[in-house]
């Protein structure tokens, strides 16, 4: 039985994806559920599974085609395995011949080693010189399965690779490598914030003893009560932020075209670092979480977004957006706004500074914190107010307990 194989329902937001890596080939027998190609869309990167056991009969798109949603993209014959359908006179067999031949002709190696497209793209990402890959498949072609077990592996190629080019007597090597859709919409995203909206960012710094102190205090507790959740910085900021969204309504709101939109609930974005690239999974409804639930989302999202799980609803929306450049080292920094929402909150490094407290200098953890908003709509009056309201409640955390 001839299945098709179609690219999965886009929502609005996502017009058109690519196809990314064929994981089967024609005729290669796979099961149920087993992954057989990943499709790259601006956001996120998509997962088709096989139907049912048998094997890929036909691909009608190859890797780097764009396509549509629900668009066929391959032909799938059931309980076949080990060999490509014969129903179809031929076809399958000479268009698997014309597929083997083309990536002869443009995927070969330093070396003239066969090479397929995906395991190229996988090098290409990962650093991995080619002419030291020995090949697995069919007439020594090198695999992305190859291409993975040559990055695990000891160093040694990239010291012959550095012994190579400092006895080239000063030659240059550049690399080009073709930008993922992913990072081209990240790239048009932040120009877009940068030259459409009015964006002014106001600075603050932060005591973090206070909270410091706190989770020293009840960090074994708090792990305990909540089935493991740890205890964390962000939990608090994304609580202070959600108590004081509810004081600054502007800074919740969003822009539509000649509209303004006020959202009476509070949305969290927490900007996560991933693979391929910067990604801001939602926290739905964050007034209505405690720390403990808000610290587990959090976590879950981002373990699940470094390695790529991530569904296009769970990063789309969002009326406010927190991103921490301290994990990085970052001691300060401007966030780029995600539009359309009208602020992003920037968190940075702790690090212990001298303070002039009470007419003394006493040595305090300080973090400094950056409120990038979009002037159209926010005052600085309102941003200054909020920065503040989030300084004031995590340097007294009672303050978020009682709302104050």
């Known amino acids: 039985m001839t299945i098709e194989i179609k690219a999965p329902t886009f929502p609005e937001s996502v017009q058109d994806g690519s196809i990314a890596t064929w994981h089967k080939k024609p005729g290669e027998a796979v099961s149920r559920d087993e ?8 956001k996120v990167v998509l997962e088709v599974v096989a139907p049912a056991d048998g094997a890929i009969s036909e691909i009608i798109k190859d890797e780097g085609d764009t396509v549509l949603s629900n668009e066929v993209i391959a032909k799938f014959e059931e309980g076949a395995g080990g060999g490509a359908s014969k129903d ?3 076809k399958e067999e000479a268009a698997e011949e014309k597929k083997e031949e083309a990536p002869k002709e443009e995927s070969k190696g330093d070396g003239d080693q066969l090479v397929n497209p995906a395991a190229r793209k996988l090098a290409d990402e990962k650093g991995v010189d080619l002419s030291s890959v020995k090949g697995s498949g069919k007439g020594g072609r090198i695999t992305k399965e190859d291409v993975q077990k040559a990055e695990k592996a000891p160093a040694a190629a990239p010291a012959a690779a550095a012994a190579e080019v400092s ?3 000063g030659e240059r090597v550049e690399k080009r490598v073709p930008m993922t859709r992913m990072r081209k919409r990240i790239a048009e995203r932040l120009l877009d914030a940068s030259q459409s909206t009015a964006m002014l960012t106001t600075f603050n710094e932060v005591n973090m003893k206070p909270v410091m102190d706190l989770r020293k205090n009840y960090k074994d507790l708090f792990e305990k009560k909540h089935n493991g959740t740890r205890l964390g910085f962000m939990g608090f900021f994304v609580k202070a932020a959600v108590e004081a969204l509810k004081r600054y309504s502007a800074v919740n709101a969003s ?3 000649n509209d303004i939109v006020y959202h009476g609930y509070q949305d969290i974005g927490v900007a ?4 391929k690239g910067l990604v801001v999974p939602i926290l739905r409804n964050a007034e209505n979480m405690g720390l403990a639930d808000m610290e587990n989302n959090i976590r879950d999202l981002g373990v699940r977004a470094r390695d790529g799980k991530l569904s296009i609803d769970e990063m789309t929306g969002g009326t406010f957006t927190i991103t921490n450049g301290g994990v990085f080292g970052s001691l300060l920094s401007t966030p780029i706004l995600n539009p359309p ?4 909150l920037g968190m940075h490094k702790i690090q212990e500074r001298p303070m002039a407290v009470d007419g003394k200098v006493e040595i305090l953890p300080m973090m400094y914190l950056a409120l990038s908003y979009d002037h159209r709509l926010v005052d600085g009056k309102e941003a200054v107010g ?3 309201a989030i300084k004031e409640m995590i340097e007294d955390p009672a303050r978020i307990l009682l709302e104050v």
Do not use: M, R, Y
């Open 88 to 90: 179809e006179g031929g």
């Open 167 to 169: 006895t080239s007597g």
């Open 255 to 257: 822009i539509d075209g």
């Open 341 to 344: 929402q009208t602020a992003i």
């Open 272 to 275: 996560v670092s991933s693979p």
């Open 35 to 42: 992954l057989i190609v990943d499709i790259e869309t601006d």
């Open 386 to 388: 909020f920065l503040v």
